[in-house]
């Protein structure tokens, strides 16, 4: 996992969904001792279209861009003073941008609605294409339901897979900082292996589910024996089993497959899917790249 001496990167078009995710960053580079960066996308090809060119069309978006950062700039620096906070206008593409950035970012952190220099965040695709498809974690801010946040838990998602565990990793380190229990959802629909049979009694698949899962655990659990953690698991479909937990989660933390950019898959369902309907914030985190 990239190291916390790069900045948090916070994406921003100036509206309250984005206002929101960078005072969310700025609580987060604050915890982890990093610093904030927050940065505007102007695309001017929204406007200025090569057969059509506009003069000095970017140099005329700049002062809107510019007056979006210094307001967000001085939001976030009254909600956390003494952040080393700074700001960016950078020309292009939002999706392009961001991707750009996360080479020097420890994590990028959008808002799941936006306009203007970052439009509809989720609807539009941008955070489809940045989340999976940049090595450093993704998270896109969603509002947590008032009164949950102050006993919520950590969750993360569970599938006993190898390329869960930068995911695992984000959400100990997440639950050790904030001083949240971890609760760890596996879902598991039949047929679950059993031994080198499949067995059609489905309390004997739950046991087996379970018992893999607690086994794959347990290495991680004595590494962050500091941590109250606690696996739940669920009898569905992992998409219906993780929205419900996030409803008293403060962060909900998932892998992506990690695939090659090129393919469908580098941001799996249910990464999609929860990017659309959770009810906190979701931290998507790759897994080893394939």
């Not at 990028?108 to 989720?122: E, K, N, Q, Y």
């Not at 900082?177 to 049979?197: H, K």
């Not at 024996?225 to 998932?254: K, T």
Request: hydrophobic fraction near 45%.
């Amino acid at each position: 996992m990239t190291p916390f001496n790069h900045p948090v990167v916070a994406g921003t078009d100036g509206s309250p969904g984005a206002v929101a995710a960078a005072e969310w960053a700025a609580d987060h580079a604050a915890l982890r001792g990093a610093s904030l960066r927050v940065v505007h996308a102007v695309d001017r090809l929204l406007y200025d279209g090569p057969r059509y060119p506009i003069p000095d069309c970017f140099d005329k978006m700049t002062p809107s861009g510019r007056q979006i950062l210094d307001r967000t700039a001085r939001i976030v620096r009254e909600r956390r003073p003494g952040l080393d906070v700074t700001t960016e206008l950078v020309e292009g593409r939002p999706g392009r941008v961001l991707r750009e950035q996360a080479s020097v970012a420890a994590e990028l952190v959008i808002g799941s609605h936006g306009s203007g220099g970052f439009p509809g965040m989720l609807l539009g695709s941008i955070g489809n294409q940045v989340a999976g498809h940049v090595a450093v974690p993704v998270v896109v801010v969603r509002q947590t339901p008032l009164g949950v946040a102050e006993a919520a838990d950590v969750v993360a998602g569970f599938d006993c897979a190898e390329t869960s565990g930068p995911a695992l990793a984000y959400a100990f380190e997440e639950a050790r900082l904030r001083r949240r229990r971890l609760r760890i959802v596996c879902a598991w629909d039949p047929p679950v292996p059993y031994g080198r049979m499949i067995t059609t009694d489905l309390d004997e698949m739950g046991r087996a589910a379970g018992e893999h899962a607690r086994e794959e655990l347990r290495s991680w659990q004595s590494a962050y024996a500091d941590v109250d953690s606690e696996l739940v698991m669920v009898r569905g479909h992992p998409v219906a089993a993780l929205i419900q937990a996030s409803s008293l989660a403060v962060l909900l933390v998932v892998g992506s497959h990690g695939r090659n950019a090129l393919t469908a898959a580098v941001l799996g369902s249910v990464s999609r899917a929860l990017l659309a309907h959770a009810h906190c914030p979701v931290a998507v985190v790759r897994g080893p790249h394939l």
